[in-house]
């Protein structure tokens, strides 16, 4: 795939990241590459952001960027049960069948009757044609 499909990152730089979800992502990155590891990175605070994008100082950021991850989340504000829904989303494997799993739970020898339901009907109606 790379041969016809070369990787053009350069470097990339997460940030901010809070302090568990950077030692988290720093745990992920051992099962990557040694040749993506190299490219990406994380910050929590400026000084790391400005070292890790190898910018000559923290001025060069943007001022909704600087002070670190606790800065920048005191100047955007995030709603913070929405982003955990979104990740508890995106974690959760049953997301998209969990209605379903709780639906079977709750009468879980109607699917059942149903079933045996149709496959007796079935022989009668290829008996009178």
């Given at each position: 795939m790379e041969q016809h499909y070369p990787e053009r990152l350069a470097r990339a730089v997460v940030?901010?990241?809070?302090?568990?979800?950077?030692y988290v992502g720093k745990a992920c990155l051992h099962f990557l590459p040694r040749s993506i590891r190299r490219r990406l990175s994380f910050a929590?605070?400026?000084?790391?952001?400005?070292?890790?994008?190898?910018l000559l100082g923290p001025e060069q950021l943007?001022?909704?960027?600087?002070?670190?991850?606790?800065?920048v989340k005191d100047f955007h504000q995030p709603d913070a049960s929405l982003l955990n829904s979104i990740i508890?989303?995106?974690l959760n494997p049953l997301a998209e069948s969990s209605q379903q799993l709780l639906d079977s739970f709750?009468?879980?020898?109607?699917?059942?009757?149903?079933?045996?339901?149709?496959?007796?009907?079935?022989?009668?109606?290829?008996?009178?044609?």
């Open positions: 940030y901010p990241v809070p302090s568990f979800w950077f929590t605070e400026e000084q790391d952001l400005v070292q890790e994008a190898r943007p001022e909704h960027w600087r002070g670190g991850f606790h800065a508890w989303e995106y709750e009468s879980p020898w109607e699917d059942e009757a149903s079933a045996s339901a149709l496959s007796d009907a079935a022989p009668q109606q290829q008996s009178m044609s």
